[in-house]
């Protein structure tokens, strides 16, 4: 709010400006600077302007008509007039009137409408006023302030606070109930009409009626914050959004969703989106008005505008007015706070706004989404937007599993959403899609029977998709699909739109949160029809990106950890299910234990990024324990930290996804998603500590097993470029058992039952190479396994050769041989050689391929073979010949 002389300089300002033009009047003004009301529940805040309506006439220095038949935006019914009936004092008391108006009026009733606008404007601070409302079926009182400069833009982007507002007071509906409610709230956000707004209503208790008596309604208004007060009662709280962000300081969602601005950069010109204290850091000015009927009042309770509730005149009854500052801090308005328990909880005061929560960047990694197939996904529930109709799983004889929507007589528009106020199943999350990886190759596609035409044949069908809440969207018929088609009853048919298509229509397609099939709004009657495989992909997929922490091993990249109790976790072995485990004990010196990857505890220094799984994946471990703490009630806890510790979430284990403790010698898997941890406050974007221990200081004693510790996508779509099958009973397509230079034709034999059909080569005295052979310009791409990924291969040596002298060569090239490696089979994992009759296993990393100079994107030749020119009389069996991860 601001201070006193910024307020005088404006008073004498308007004051000198009426003088000039010859209006008249007194210059004296009643408002005190000084005085502390001490009967407010703080006392620094203090009164800086007030009008107690004590004069005989409505102080113009301090207040303006506003005199007009607009219809104030909303179709209201009355004119606004500066005249003495519609606005008065009387014994201490501004009385603001509703009115019949004469006939032929051009507005069935006046009234009033004073601002304070130029005489008294304010940027925070509490502002009330004591008042008896109107009645009667059409009355619309308010106390509200807009903003003086509108330096964000017209209405509502430079913002508006409804401190009260009632309609209809006192007006009984068909079931008895009596309308009593006020309400508070705030318009913002972008122009109308995708403006947004957010509020709530409070009734006073015991059945007492705002239009019987005096009562105080108020708000506290500081940077970030507004308040709403009923007889110093907090009833609502609101605030500025609050972005969360990741560790590369990139905006990932909201960590509280409120109010928000959108205006243009007078440096650039853009129209950007501000998640601050914009539009409520401005100077607003105060408003007392009655409005009859309009869009709101008119709409709810009985209806219309009752006449005879404003025959004799509708009175709004204003006691006061008063603005205070926070002495403790002008220019904020923060340190006076009049709160109570609860006020910042969304569970009871603290309201959710309509701010556009900010898209996460792009992973960069194409990651498929399968909205519908056999079965719902949680997260993209069906949905009929307008008509009521609930859509149902039902079996076809084709498909199984699909998809049933049937359209009544209510226009509507039928789909799937991730939108929270739609997600009903508690595994599910409002999660929309960021596609933005797939836009050159990828597309939305989906398979679709009409069984009911709709009572319009030939209406045409539709696809929409929306992204962040409706800020963008695009509509293709279905004939202008790839396939163009249009719908056949009785026959299941397939569609597929191109991303790219879809966001040269508009679609931002980082964000998809809806997606829509239906035939044109208001001809669907009668419609029934099914969907199934309902996806966004593309042809050619990377992989997910996963880690794993623990299994059968320790990592040297997440080291097993104890963080404060000095013993070193160890692994041990455990059944033959989970093989080696990693296992813990804890002493009397309170701990938590883990695995972390921060190079100051030995681990890597790097944290993984977690980013591009954030909507289906999860953390997941097994764990056993094999020995209680001594304090049996111990509760059990996962908890994980992100860059350094400056974001962490704890949880209880019976939190996860399966929801059960800890018991003694048994097994039990435990699940939390990364969407949740999130929205708890994680940033996924650089995990470094995963943890996993009993309450702080109970857990002496504690002896427990923890394996197949990951963090992954396990909806992930295999990836069939992400490793190869070169040999298992068949050669893959495309790719042969070959030889060289010998002039043989290597056969498939069948071997133990182990085994079955296997690769058998044999060479003769013409010396050559042997292996296997892919077709012309085909070639392998194993980049994305270099990390972990392996050539591997078992073979059996039938006969040796006949020169004893011959080693045994693994050869493997890129294509057109422009890169190759060869080494000897002792130079494997394994590190041994081959033995007649005996089937072995020989494993080659590709890193170790790569680092000697082979182009790992275009391997198309492997071969395994004796020396040049020694390897007479030799055969040999291979089998399960694979480039993947182990």
């Known amino acids: 709010m601001n201070i006193e002389t910024k307020y005088m300089t404006r008073l004498i300002a308007a004051i000198s400006l009426a003088s000039l033009a010859g209006c008249g009047g007194d210059s004296a003004t009643t408002s005190n600077f000084e005085n502390v009301d001490v009967s407010e529940p703080v006392s620094d805040w203090q009164l800086v302007w007030s009008d107690e309506f004590d004069d005989a006439k409505i102080d113009t220095n301090k207040w303006n008509y506003e005199v007009n038949c607009d219809g104030g935006g909303n179709n209201e019914k009355q004119c606004y007039t500066a005249n003495e009936e519609n606005a008065y004092t009387q014994?201490?008391?501004?009385?603001?009137v509703a009115l019949p108006a004469q006939e032929g009026a051009e507005k069935p009733y006046t009234s009033a409408r004073i601002t304070t606008r130029y005489k008294a404007d304010f940027t925070y601070g509490r502002f009330e006023v004591r008042a008896k409302l109107p009645s009667g079926q059409g009355s619309w009182p308010a106390f509200w302030m807009l903003p003086t400069n509108e330096e964000y833009g017209g209405w509502p982007r430079s913002g508006e606070i409804d401190i009260l507002e009632s309609v209809n007071l006192k007006v009984t509906d068909e079931q008895g109930n009596v309308e009593s409610g006020v309400y508070g709230t705030l318009h913002y956000g972008r122009a109308w009409p995708d403006n947004a707004h957010t509020g709530t209503s409070y009734e006073l208790p015991d059945g007492i009626n705002p239009a019987d008596d005096f009562h105080t309604y108020a708000v506290e208004w500081q940077e970030g914050e507004i308040r709403w007060y009923i007889d110093n009662y907090l009833y609502a709280t609101q605030r500025q959004s609050q972005v969360r962000y990741n560790s590369k300081d990139e905006a990932v969602g909201l960590a509280h969703r409120g109010w928000f601005a959108e205006y243009y950069e007078q440096s650039t010109g853009e129209l950007v989106t501000h998640w601050d204290s914009a539009p409520f850091d401005k100077d607003f000015f105060l408003i007392l008005n009655l409005a009859v009927g309009g869009d709101w009042p008119e709409n709810v309770n009985d209806l219309g505008v009752d006449a005879s509730a404003f025959?004799?005149?509708?009175?709004?009854?204003?006691?006061?007015?008063?603005?205070?500052?926070?002495?403790?801090?002008?220019?904020?308005?923060?340190?006076?706070?009049?709160?109570?328990?609860?006020?910042?909880?969304?569970?009871?005061?603290?309201?959710?706004?309509?701010?556009?929560?900010?898209?996460?960047?792009?992973?960069?990694?194409?990651?498929?989404?399968?909205?519908?197939?056999?079965?719902?996904?949680?997260?993209?529930?069906?949905?009929?937007?307008?008509?009521?109709?609930?859509?149902?799983?039902?079996?076809?004889?084709?498909?199984?599993?699909?998809?049933?929507?049937?359209?009544n007589d209510s226009p509507t528009v039928v789909g799937f959403i991730s939108r929270e106020e739609f997600i009903t199943d508690e595994n599910g999350a409002a999660t929309p899609f960021d596609a933005s990886p797939m836009l050159e190759e990828g597309y939305v596609r989906f398979k679709m029977k009409i069984t009911s035409a709709p009572s319009t044949p030939d209406t045409p069908w539709f696809i929409?998709?929306?992204?962040t809440e409706a800020s963008s969207a695009a509509d293709m018929q279905l004939s202008q699909s790839v396939e163009g088609l249009v719908p056949t009853v009785g026959e299941w048919q397939t569609y597929t739109f191109m991303l790219a298509d879809l966001e040269e229509a508009g679609l931002d397609i980082s964000a998809i949160d809806v997606l829509m099939v239906f035939p044109e709004w208001g001809t669907g009657e009668g419609a029934v029809f099914l969907l199934d495989d309902v996806e966004i992909t593309q042809d050619n997929l990377t992989a997910s990106p996963e880690l794993v922490i623990f299994t059968d091993q320790q990592s040297t990249a997440w080291p097993m950890w104890d963080c404060c109790g000095g013993s070193t976790p160890v692994e041990a072995m455990d059944d033959e299910e989970h093989g080696i485990t990693a296992e813990f004990s804890i002493g009397a010196t309170p701990t938590v234990m883990g695995f972390i990857s921060r190079s100051d505890a030995g681990g890597s220094g790097e944290a993984f990024d977690a980013s591009a799984i954030l909507d289906e994946g999860v953390i997941q471990f097994d764990l056993k324990l094999t020995s209680s703490p001594s304090t049996p009630d111990a509760i059990w806890l996962f908890k994980v930290e992100s860059d350094g510790g400056d974001t962490a979430v704890e949880l209880s284990l019976t939190d996860s996804q399966e929801g059960i403790a800890p018991s003694v010698d048994q097994w039990q898997t435990y699940t939390f998603t990364l969407a949740d941890l999130a929205a708890k406050g994680l940033d996924v974007s650089a995990l470094d500590v995963v943890m996993i221990f009993p309450t702080w200081g109970t857990g002496e004693g504690a002896v427990y097993r923890v394996d197949n510790v990951k963090i992954y996508n396990p909806n992930a779509t295999p990836v069939n470029s992400g490793e190869l099958s070169v040999f298992a009973d068949t050669s893959a397509e495309q790719w042969s058992i070959w030889d060289c230079c010998g002039g043989s034709t290597p056969t498939e034999e069948t071997d133990d039952d182990e085994h079955g059909t296997v690769a058998q080569f044999s060479i003769g005295a013409t010396a050559t190479v042997m292996g296997f052979l892919a077709d012309e310009d085909t070639s392998f791409a194993a980049s994305s396994l270099l990390t972990n990924g392996v050539v591997q291969f078992d073979m059996k040596l039938v006969s040796a050769p006949s020169d004893i002298d011959a080693q045994w060569l693994f050869k493997i090239e890129s294509i057109d041989a422009s890169t190759a490696v060869e080494l000897t089979f002792d130079a494997s994992t394994q590190g041994q050689l081959p033995t007649v009759g005996q089937w072995q296993t020989y494993t080659f990393p590709l890193q170790t391929l790569y680092d000697a100079g082979l182009d790992i994107s275009a391997i198309n030749v492997i071969m395994m073979f004796p020396t040049w020119g020694l390897g007479d009389g030799a055969l040999y069996r291979i089998d399960n010949v694979v480039i993947a991860n182990p």
């Open 464 to 467: 929409k998709l929306e992204s």
């Open 311 to 407: 025959e004799n005149g509708q009175a709004f009854e204003v006691d006061y007015v008063r603005a205070y500052q926070c002495a403790s801090n002008p220019d904020t308005g923060k340190g006076c706070e009049t709160v109570r328990p609860g006020y910042d909880s969304l569970d009871d005061a603290l309201l959710e706004g309509e701010a556009p929560i900010p898209s996460a960047p792009s992973s960069g990694i194409a990651t498929p989404l399968t909205i519908f197939s056999d079965a719902f996904n949680a997260n993209w529930p069906a949905w009929d937007c307008c008509a009521g109709t609930t859509p149902e799983v039902v079996n076809d004889d084709v498909q199984g599993n699909v998809v049933q929507f049937e359209l």
């Open 91 to 96: 014994d201490g008391v501004l009385n603001i």
